[in-house]
C-alpha cells in the first residue's frame, strides 16, 4: 500500500518512479516564490534516516512550512554558508532573523551571507544542551549510589531521573512523591541542586524583562560559583558565559519581533513521519523529491 499522503495504491517501486517523475517537473525556486514565506526562518540540522552525512532543514517560524533541505559534507562555516547562499538563489533573499541550532558555524556564515539578519539560539535546543548535562549528572550520581553501597537508591534515581528534568508545570502528584522521597534518602544535596539550578535557568528566560536582566541573572549563577558544585554544571555554567553564545540566547528580549524558539520539533517530526513507511529515503534527492511534492499537494492544495 502507498502512503495515504498519496491517495493511490500500487508497489513501491511504481511509487518512486512516479514520485521522482513529478517532482522533476518542479522546482524549488517556484515552489518558494508562490510560498510567499515570512522573513522568519529556522535552521535546523537534520539526521536522516539511511544517511551517514549531516543535511540542513530551513522551514518558515511564521507560516510553518518547510522550505527547503540538503545534505553538507561537514558543519564548517564554508559549508554553512554555501547552504545559505543557494538559500538566496531560491529567492529567500531578505532575511530579518535566524532561528537556529547551536552549531559553531552557524553565525558566522549567516553573517556573511545575510549581515542583516538577527540570530537567536532556538529554546528547543538551549534547555537539549542543558538536559544534556543534566541527564548525564543523573546517571552518574545514580553509578556513585551504587558503588557506595546504596543499589536500590541508585536504582531509583536511575529509573526516575527523566523526572527530575520536567518542566515543573508537567509534574503530577506521583511525580513530586517519588523525587522527595528520593532527595530525603540521599544525604548528598546534588538533586536539589539539579531542581534549583533548572528553576534558575528557567526564571532567565521566563521572566527577564531585558537582555541587561538576563546578564545579570545569568552572571550570578557564576559568581555563586555553580560551576564548582559538579563537573556537569560547570558544562551548562560554561554555555551562559560563552561569548557569543549567550548573546544569540537572548537576541529575542532585545528584539521583540524575534521569536525566542523555532520549528525545529515539528520539522523533524513531520520528516520522521514521511521516513517511517520507508525506512528512510535512499538519497537525498529522493527525500527533495517527497518535499517538492509535499509543498505542491499539502502547501498549496495543488494535485
Known sequence: MLHPFFNVTSSRRTLDRWKHKEADKLNFKDLIEKLKPSKVLCLDDLSPERSTRKHLITSDRIKGHILYLDALPNQSEEEVAKYLITL??????????????MWKSFPPAIHKVFPEAKIQYDYFHIWEAINRHLDSTMKEYSRYLRYTGFPELAERAWRYRRIFLKHPKRYTEKNKKIMNEIILSCKEDLLENILVLKDRIRDIFDNSSSQDEAYVKKNELYFEKW???????????RLFMSV???????????????????????S????????????????????QDHLKLYQKMKYLGQM
Open 268 to 287: 523533524i517530526k513531520l520528516v520522521r513521519s514521511w521516513e517511517n513507511p520507508r525506512y528512510g529515503f535512499r538519497t537525498t534527492k529522493g527525500l
Open 88 to 101: 538566496k538563489g531560491l529567492g529567500i533573499e531578505e532575511v530579518t532573523c535566524f532561528i537556529v541550532d
Open 227 to 237: 560551576h564548582k558544585k559538579n563537573r556537569h554544571f560547570k558544562k551548562i555554567i
Open 244 to 266: 557569543p553564545k549567550c548573546e544569540y540566547m537572548f537576541t529575542y528580549l532585545k528584539e521583540p519581533a524575534v521569536p525566542r524558539s523555532g520549528n525545529a520539533e515539528n
